[in-house]
Every structure is written in structure tokens, then in C-alpha cells.
């Protein structure tokens, strides 16, 4: 298996929590790693005895070269090589593994001190989970993308897109439209667009609601709305959503949580994207509603 290879593949379910009823997903033998920064020297020799007690062969992103003992590749690279990524640390790590692969390759999540709602497994059983994906027990989920787009710019999301005027320190007018109809309207300090998955990270702690992850829908939340009128709404994917503040504030844009981008053009088109998040799961991996729980708790996976 091979980056860009996904659509298709034997254990491959879109929109599914349950594993695929026939056919073994291939069997994994490169890993490409991608971790938060302060992952330990002892949190790495971890991964490097899983790695070799698994004969899995593996490289890691430059920026971890040094610390890991393992062969650096570039995302550009390892997109070709690769198998599989695997994200160690949070769900912060898993977003950026995403972006920086471009969603070409299944990204196993490996929970390092973190709550880790999108993680597989907590590191304490990291080799189980190279075993079971070295043996090809193992099954894809993927989950839709968000594509957000204003003239000549445009970027996938993973979680959630968040509209803010660029001059943050008063609301500005924000009108959101489905299908040409306005469908939400007033002065904000923000507005949320989240995916099913991003609906429990930033959305949710704004009061917006939990959408299971098999749906295809937007989570549109206001942020501090000066009218009691503005509430969370949930819009199906297949509608053209659209998010425009007042040209007078000037507007910016940011992606899954990286930096905010100030934008030429205040109106914002947000649709599904063509690619996919492809989630490696595992028959030792943790319920979803039991991940939710503990989301909502915000207990670390054990």
C-alpha cells in the first residue's frame, strides 16, 4: 500500500466505526513518524523497540531526526515510501500529520500524555498496535474534509475552519448563507465551521453540538453572538455554505488550529473536499463513545 492508493482498498469503510465484515487490509511494513515536539528519549526508545520487535521499517519527519534515532524524510518523500503515518502525541499532532502528508496515507494515532480524542491507542501499546498493523489486522475509517476557499486561496480542514474579523478587539457583522439563503446572521467576535470530526474539539467548547462522525455536515457555531437569536446549526455537506463578515473589519481565516491567515476576499465558500481523513483502526482500539466521554472529561487515554 502506497500513498494515494486508499480509494478501493480491501479494510478500507467510509463513514464507519465498525470494521469491514470480509477481506485483511494489507500488511504494513514502513512507517513514516510524525510527533509532537517534546516527545521524551525514552518515549522514542519505545517506538524504536516496537519498530524492530515488528521488523517494521521506519522514518520520521526532519524535525525529529535528532531525538529519535531513526532516519529522517521529508513528508514530500515519505508520501511514496510510506505505508502508513504514525502521529504520536495528541490530536494536534495527528492534524498536522494530515496537512503535511496532504491525506495521501492512513495516519495511525498513537496517544503520548495527551487525551488524544482521535488517537488509536495510548503509547503503553504501541506494539500491539505495530503487530496487528504489521499482520494487516487492522481496518480503515475515513471521515470527510471541509475545503474553505476565498478568491485565490484555499485549504482543507480536518476539524474546523474559524472566520474572525482581522481586528479582533469588537464583533463584526457576519452573514452565513446555505444555497444562496441566509440562513444565520449578526455581529460575532467569530464563526466556526467544523467537520463531524472537528464538532468535539473547538466547536464543541463553544457550545456547539456532537455529530456523529459517519454524517456529512458542517457544525456552524457563532462565537459570542450580540443576538440570542444566532444558535449552532448543523448544515449537510451537499449545500454551498458560504461565510462573509463585513469588508470594513477586513477578515482571516484559520485552519484546524495553525496560524490565521489574513484574507483578501471577506467571503469564504466552505464545501466538502474531495479527499478524505483515513483513520487506522485497530480491534484493541478504544470506543468511540467511550473516546467521547472522555473528551468530555478531558481524561488522558491510559
Request: include cysteine.
Amino acid at each position: 500500500m502506497r500513498g494515494g492508493e486508499s480509494e478501493g482498498l480491501p479494510g478500507t469503510c467510509s463513514y464507519s466505526c465498525t470494521p469491514p465484515s470480509s477481506s485483511r487490509a494489507p500488511r504494513v511494513r514502513r512507517a513514516w513518524i510524525y510527533a509532537k515536539r517534546d516527545v521524551k528519549p525514552e518515549e522514542w526508545a519505545r517506538l524504536r523497540e516496537a519498530l524492530e520487535s515488528c521488523s517494521l521499517q521506519a522514518a520520521v519527519h526532519p524535525s525529529h531526526a535528532s531525538l529519535s534515532g531513526l532516519p529522517a524524510l521529508p513528508a514530500s518523500e515519505a508520501v511514496r515510501w510510506a505505508d502508513v503515518v504514525v502521529a504520536v502525541g495528541g490530536d494536534g499532532a495527528l492534524l498536522r500529520a494530515y496537512h503535511e502528508t496532504g491525506g495521501a496515507l492512513p495516519i495511525l494515532g498513537v496517544s503520548c500524555r495527551s487525551v488524544g480524542y482521535l488517537m488509536e491507542v495510548p503509547l503503553s501499546r504501541v506494539e500491539e498496535a505495530f503487530r496487528l498493523i504489521a499482520g494487516g489486522e487492522y481496518w480503515v475509517e475515513e471521515r470527510m474534509v471541509g475545503l474553505a476557499s476565498a478568491g485565490r486561496w484555499s485549504a482543507e480542514f480536518v476539524n474546523e475552519v474559524l472566520v474572525t474579523p482581522f481586528h479582533r478587539e469588537r464583533p463584526a457583522r457576519f452573514t452565513v448563507r446555505a444555497d444562496g439563503s441566509t440562513i444565520l446572521q449578526g455581529r460575532l467576535d467569530g464563526l466556526i465551521v467544523a467537520t463531524p470530526t472537528g464538532s468535539t474539539a473547538y466547536a464543541l467548547s463553544a457550545g456547539g453540538p456532537v455529530l456523529d462522525p459517519q454524517l456529512r455536515a458542517f457544525s456552524v457555531v457563532p462565537l459570542a453572538p450580540l443576538t440570542a437569536l444566532a444558535k449552532p446549526l448543523v448544515v449537510s455537506s451537499s449545500r454551498r455554505l458560504e461565510v462573509a463578515v463585513a469588508p470594513d473589519r477586513g477578515c482571516a481565516a484559520t485552519i484546524d488550529g495553525l496560524e490565521p491567515l489574513q484574507l483578501e476576499t471577506c467571503t469564504i465558500t466552505v464545501a466538502e473536499a474531495p479527499r478524505t481523513l483515513k483513520l487506522v483502526k485497530l480491534p484493541i482500539g478504544e470506543d468511540p463513545w467511550t473516546k467521547l466521554t472522555r473528551r468530555l472529561t478531558d481524561t488522558p487515554i491510559t
